[in-house]
């Protein structure tokens, strides 16, 4: 069964960094697309990043350009999201989601707290 | 960017009676290759989201037949015909037309 596992979710203060990962298992990983999504507590879904086929399928969303970057090793199956210059507003559990024009695999998510 | 708006955002239903959710697109959202990648997922309490329907009405696998979506354009409905206890949750609309990819604000449906 295929699946996605996130790590590296903290504790961390407003203007620190921090690196996400997730494993993938289960399917040829670099057969998909894959996103960053992410839920505050509390509130709704919010999508923040996407890597496609290459380097030249990266999107962001307006929220976290110019301070997250998403990258991925498709030797290692895994997908990462660098965080810099991180916001109380930032804090969320983050998902690793697979998929392009459906996201059909969600991992269990990474809490990710910025204190000020 | 496409913003998406879900009615109505909670949705009291007694067991084995019928749900049923809207979502309106502020653009439409046909792709340029004729498909409409709008779906539907269920989010239970304390879990992620899953798919549950997708290209508007599509069930994903393991999903059973009393979801059901519909809609076209920019109006969508995700029906439940007969809810269950295991219905209990939010539900999000999403477009993945175009980037940024967006989601409705979800709606919470709980038993009466």
């Known amino acids: 069964e295929f699946q996605v596992v996130e790590s590296g979710g903290a504790l961390v203060q407003s203007g620190g960094s921090l690196r996400l990962s997730c494993a993938a298992s289960g399917f040829i990983f670099d057969m998909y697309t894959m996103n960053w999504v992410r839920q505050a507590p509390g509130k709704g879904l919010e999508w923040i990043a996407h890597?496609?086929?290459?380097?030249?399928?990266?999107h962001y969303a307006d929220s976290v350009k110019g301070r997250f970057t998403i990258s991925r090793d498709n030797v290692k199956n895994s997908l990462y999201l660098q965080m810099d210059s991180l916001r109380t507003e930032d804090t969320a559990v983050y998902y690793c989601?697979?998929?392009?024009?459906?996201?059909?695999?969600w991992g269990p998510g990474a809490l990710v707290t910025v204190s000020s | 960017e496409i913003v998406m708006t879900q009615t109505p955002l909670s949705s009291p239903v007694t067991l084995g009676q019928p749900a049923s959710i809207s979502c309106r697109s502020s653009q439409s959202l046909v792709h340029s290759d004729g498909n409409t990648y709008l779906s539907w997922l269920q989010q239970r309490p304390g879990q992620p989201p899953r798919l549950i329907i997708y290209k508007i009405s599509n069930r994903f696998s393991g999903v059973p037949d009393r979801f059901s979506g519909s809609g076209a354009g920019t109006d969508f409905t995700l029906k439940i015909s007969r809810v269950e206890a295991d219905d209990v949750g939010i539900y999000y609309c999403m477009q993945a037309t175009e980037f940024p990819r967006t989601f409705g604000q979800g709606t919470k449906v709980e038993i009466k």
């Open positions: 989601v697979r998929g392009l024009t459906a996201f059909d695999s």
């Open positions: 890597f496609g086929f290459s380097s030249n399928a990266i």
